[in-house]
């Protein structure tokens, strides 16, 4: 073999080891980067605050087995709750009293809502200068929305009565119908004060309301003169008043009363 292709073999040979050599070298690995570990949380100071254990039924007797005290944020307790550093023994005060209202399990128990058992359980859930009135409903539901009406539903009143005036005038039998309450809380359909496992239609002979003094008087005197419906309110318009007031016959007289304030109507 001549020199020359010698010394290219050779070459070659050196240059492949060496091209080999550094493929088979092993890349080192990155240095770990070094992080902080993060600070624990801040602990929020906590006072115990007495709370219902379960949930809890308007109308239901509390006993010691609905309570228990539970850590509350300092941040998140109102004058409202019972705490046991200002009330050590809040939870037997409030064993026996009533609840006005139904309460989450979980949710604080302040006083507002209960009521000691002194009277009676209507007694203790009517608003203070509120009277309680039953009227007199149909069965079938045909004067109270077809059942649908519920506890703590606001509906409006009706009263129909025969006008005996325009009888007289006429000689033909004469149906009046006229709104004399709006916006009127209903407490009670029958003995049924709360809606009870998802029911959707209450039936009872009585509804229960909840009424101002004046407004009682309106009602017993509607009564004793004509039928009463009801007619149920959206709940969008709870607390509102009505845009325009009942429209009245042109050729009856009639007396619509409004929020306790009569108003005579004379014939036009």
Not at 37 to 51: E, S
Not at 177 to 202: H, Y
Not at 209 to 235: D, H, M, Y
Request: proline share 9%; glycine share 8%; hydrophobic share 40%.
């Amino acid at each position: 073999m001549k020199p020359a292709r010698l010394a290219v073999l050779a070459i070659a040979l050196v240059t492949g080891g060496l091209a080999a050599f550094l493929m088979s070298g092993d890349d080192k690995p990155p240095a770990p980067v070094m992080t902080a570990a993060p600070p624990p949380p801040p602990v929020l100071p906590t006072t115990d605050v007495l709370v219902a254990a379960a949930e809890l039924p308007m109308g239901q007797s509390l006993q010691v087995a609905d309570l228990r005290w539970q850590p509350w944020p300092d941040q998140a307790i109102t004058p409202g709750y019972i705490t046991r550093t200002n009330q050590p023994k809040g939870l037997e005060d409030i064993t026996g009293s009533i609840a006005r209202s139904g309460f989450l399990a979980g949710e604080p128990i302040r006083p507002q809502k209960l009521a000691r058992p002194d009277g009676g359980f209507m007694a203790a859930i009517l608003p203070a200068g509120m009277r309680a009135v039953a009227i007199v409903t149909d069965t079938r539901g045909s004067s109270s929305a077809g059942g649908f009406i519920l506890p703590n539903d606001h509906v409006d009143l009706i009263r129909t009565y025969r006008d005996e005036e325009a009888m007289q005038a006429g000689g033909t039998e004469t149906q009046v119908s006229e709104t004399i309450l709006t916006d009127i809380r209903v407490l009670a359909v029958g003995q049924i004060v709360q809606e009870k496992n998802g029911s959707n239609v209450v039936t009872g002979e009585t509804a229960t309301l909840a009424l101002t003094p004046a407004q009682a008087e309106i009602v017993t005197l509607a009564q004793k003169v004509g039928q009463l419906s009801l007619s149920l309110r959206s709940l969008a318009d709870a607390g509102r008043t009505p845009d325009a007031a009942p429209e009245i016959r042109a050729d009856a007289g009639v007396t619509v009363v409004r929020f306790g304030v009569s108003k005579q109507q004379s014939r036009r």
